[in-house]
């Protein structure tokens, strides 16, 4: 029996594999050796090759190689990409100069034989809450359920901006499915994130009439869905924490014995569960309390044993429209004052790139940007001295220009160079912070049916949870030009005039008291061997380093914080500052992270500068 694999860009077959003996508990036969002729690589991202037996993606060459797609020069050039590893002296076939290699999207990994093994798609490998996830190895898990016949997993946003993965499966003969056995499975061999939030059972997979899945006819999940009765609230207090729960899970009903995280919760939603608990039951719970007793029953418990929070943080409302100097946020203030020092720095730019595939209407496109600048006042606001102090003015009306930059005629290494140029330019030119709006776009024509979105945001005027919400307001604006959102409860300058409000006087004492005592002693310097003293005037040259820990040890990190009752942030810094203490010699360190500061549900949907670096001393 020969296993073939290969794409119809290379002759049908490119590898091959003769099946002698599998294992009983083999989910996957290889795809092998390359066939004559042809070779095959295992890269990553910049196309360099990958460790053994690391996943990358498959490129072909050699001389079974087509010459691209039929009048599709696009296409041709985005898939048939030049051969890093051709030259004169090579012996391999097909590396002669301008030789190509074929993208095929498929993700793979190499045994230490040199056998190649067929993980999945590319774009099967999504990226949620921060992880990336192989769909295709949590259907390989759920089908070594004995009573799973067939799996699928996929991602799904019935919510906009709530993401989650959702498996649905096809029993056995004669094999009811349990779903608290198959997550109970699940849980056993994958790490938490990857435990689909919900499952539905279905007597067969939907399927088009040429036989190919019908993802479209696969019904929405019941999130709110378990194997035990529900029991309904009993208390007042019950059904106000269920009805939050409710609102912040996207369920129709939930129990008061019911898991919030086998629900779907996750801990971004449970830092919102929070927040709602303290407005409504004016009650201050930590985070912590939903990770010790993620249930009603068990967060109602809490609550009862704790006093309303007698120093509870005045209410945020719309400020009275005859407001006349509107202050800087404390966050401003600062970004505000070292601008003065340096004008022309760009270090607190924040620029994004998005990719858009399909056909582009940029008329559409621009509107859409346009009704979120008139919508959020924080992205038409100048910031200028009245009385030389800085005040906060906001612009009526902005209208934002959006140039289109069409590189789709340029050979693919020119076109890259013009798109890091283009990039470089828009990303280092500095803004003037009394000449709205503080933001900037542009659109790059890569080819007909592929376009990036360059956006750059002074981050005085942004953070990173705005950034995700720009995003979702855009794609729901261009996807349908008529849709109405939800009327904004604040606008961000109301925010900054209710925290100069609420910190001054003995509030604003008493915090700065928490600090000075919790911060006193702290040493100023990290005495690193590597390190050289910082120059008067700093470069801010870096670089990212990026890496993955193995799936293995990242179950083990999960196990461990949940045995701590820790989260995995938690875990983590400690490892980080156990690091830093060992290179250092020092075991009081104190760590700088940055926090959302999203305190408030009414903060949640709003663009601005909300972010906070908090101070986080360790002493081991």
Not at 79 to 101: C, D, I, M, W, Y
Not at 401 to 417: F, G, I, V, W
Request: some cysteine; glycine content about 6%.
């Amino acid at each position: 029996l020969i296993n073939g694999y290969g794409p119809t860009e290379s002759t049908t077959f490119a590898s091959w594999y003769e099946v002698e003996t599998l294992p009983e508990d083999t989910t996957t036969v290889p795809i092998g050796r390359p066939i004559a002729n042809t070779t095959l690589y295992v890269l990553d991202a910049q196309m360099q090759p990958v460790p053994i037996g690391a996943p990358g993606e498959l490129y072909i060459g050699g001389d079974g190689l087509a010459r691209g797609y039929f009048r599709r020069p696009s296409l041709t050039a985005e898939k048939f990409v030049p051969n890093p590893f051709s030259g004169e002296n090579s012996l391999e076939p097909g590396t002669q100069p301008g030789a190509r290699l074929y993208r095929t999207g498929d993700l793979v990994r190499a045994l230490p034989d040199g056998t190649i093994v067929f993980l999945g798609r590319i774009d099967q490998q999504i990226k949620l809450r921060g992880f990336r996830v192989e769909i295709g190895e949590i259907e390989a898990v759920l089908s070594q359920h004995p009573a799973v016949r067939q799996a699928l997993v996929l991602l799904r946003e019935d919510l906009p901006g709530d993401r989650r993965l959702v498996a649905y499966l096809v029993a056995q003969p004669e094999q009811p499915i349990v779903v608290a056995e198959v997550r109970a499975f699940l849980l056993r061999q994958l790490p938490e994130y990857l435990v689909p939030a919900a499952f539905v059972v279905l007597d067969t997979l939907p399927l088009t009439p040429n036989g190919k899945l019908d993802r479209r006819a696969l019904p929405l999940p019941d999130y709110s869905q378990t194997d035990t009765p529900v029991v309904a609230p009993r208390t007042p207090q019950e059904t106000q924490i269920a009805d939050i729960w409710a609102e912040v899970l996207g369920v129709a009903q939930v129990g008061v014995h019911d898991n919030f995280f086998a629900l779907g919760g996750h801990s971004l939603l449970a830092t919102q569960v929070i927040t709602r608990i303290r407005e409504t039951c004016q009650i201050e719970l930590p985070l912590r309390a939903l990770f010790e007793t993620p249930t009603v029953a068990g967060l109602a418990e809490q609550i009862a044993q704790r006093q309303p929070e007698s120093s509870r943080l005045p209410a945020l409302s719309r400020r009275p429209a005859t407001t006349d100097a509107l202050p800087l946020s404390f966050a401003q203030q600062r970004l505000w004052f070292l601008h003065q020092l340096d004008p022309q720095s760009t270090v607190y730019h924040t620029p994004i790139c998005v990719r858009l595939s399909g056909a582009l209407d940029v008329d559409t496109l621009q509107r859409s940007l346009n009704t979120i600048i008139q919508r959020h006042e924080a992205l038409r606001t100048a910031f200028v001295l009245q009385d030389a102090q800085p005040v906060q003015a906001i612009v009526p009306q902005v209208a934002l220009p959006l140039p289109l930059n069409d590189l789709s005629a340029l050979s693919p290494a020119n076109r890259t160079r013009a798109i890091n140029q283009l990039t470089e330019r828009d990303i280092q030119q500095p803004f003037d912070l009394a000449a709205p709006p503080l933001l900037r776009a542009r659109v790059l024509r890569v080819a007909a049916d592929e376009h990036l979105l360059l956006l750059t945001l002074h981050h005085i005027i942004t953070d990173g949870w705005s950034m995700g919400v720009l995003l979702r307001e855009l794609a729901a604006l261009y996807a349908d030009p008529a849709v109405v959102l939800p009327e904004l409860p604040v606008q961000y300058a109301d925010y900054a005039l209710w925290q100069r409000q609420w910190l001054q006087g003995d509030v604003r004492e008493r915090e700065l008291a928490f600090w000075r005592e919790q911060l006193a002693g702290a040493p100023e310097t990290l005495a690193l061997p590597t390190d050289h003293p910082r120059p008067p005037v700093q470069s801010f040259r870096g670089a990212v380093y990026r890496f993955q820990l193995p799936a293995a040890l990242t179950a083990d990190l999960h196990a461990l914080s949940r045995r701590a009752d820790a989260t995995l942030f938690m875990t983590l810094l400690t490892a980080w500052s156990t690091l830093l203490a060992r290179f250092s010699g020092q075991w009081d360190l104190t760590v700088g992270t940055p926090i959302a500061n999203s305190t408030q549900a009414a903060l949640e949907p709003l663009i601005g500068f909300f972010v906070n670096t908090l101070v986080l001393r360790t002493e081991l």
